[in-house]
C-alpha cells in the first residue's frame, strides 16, 4: 500500500479533539469522499468532516477525543492510500500546452 501526501494538520480546534487541516487544493475532491486517513503511518478514521475553503477542513478524528490528544498530531503530514486518490494525470500531460509557444531566453521561439 503506498500513501501518498495530501496535507498537513495545521493546529486544534475546540477542546473535543478537532484539528484544522490543510489539503492540496489538488487533492480536495478526493479528500471529500475519502474516510480514513493517515498520520506517522498510522490510520485514523474520519467521524466527522467540515470543509470551510478550498484548502481547509476541520476533521474530528476517530480515538482522537481531546485537545491534549489532538495537539501530539498538530504540525504532522496527513496521507491517503493511493487507491483513494484520483490518477493525477488522465491522459496525455502535455495535452494543456498544445498552441502555446516555448520561449528560450537565449534562443528565442522554439515551437
Known amino acids: 500500500m503506498e500513501l501518498i501526501k495530501i496535507g498537513k494538520v495545521l493546529k ?3 477542546f ?4 484544522k487541516v490543510f489539503i492540496d487544493e489538488f487533492y480536495m475532491h478526493d479528500f471529500e469522499e475519502i474516510n480514513a486517513i ?13 470543509i470551510n475553503s478550498d484548502a481547509q477542513a476541520i476533521l474530528l478524528l476517530e480515538d482522537i477525543d481531546s ?6 498530531i498538530q504540525g504532522k503530514e496527513i496521507f491517503a492510500k493511493e487507491d483513494d486518490l484520483t490518477e493525477i494525470l488522465d491522459g496525455n500531460e502535455y495535452d494543456e500546452m498544445i498552441g502555446f509557444d516555448i520561449l528560450d531566453e537565449k534562443v528565442g521561439n522554439i515551437g
Open 12 to 14: 486544534t480546534h475546540g
Open 16 to 19: 473535543k479533539g478537532h484539528l
Open 67 to 72: 485537545k491534549e490528544k489532538a495537539q501530539k
Open 38 to 50: 493517515f498520520i506517522n503511518q498510522l490510520p485514523y478514521f474520519i467521524q466527522s468532516k467540515d
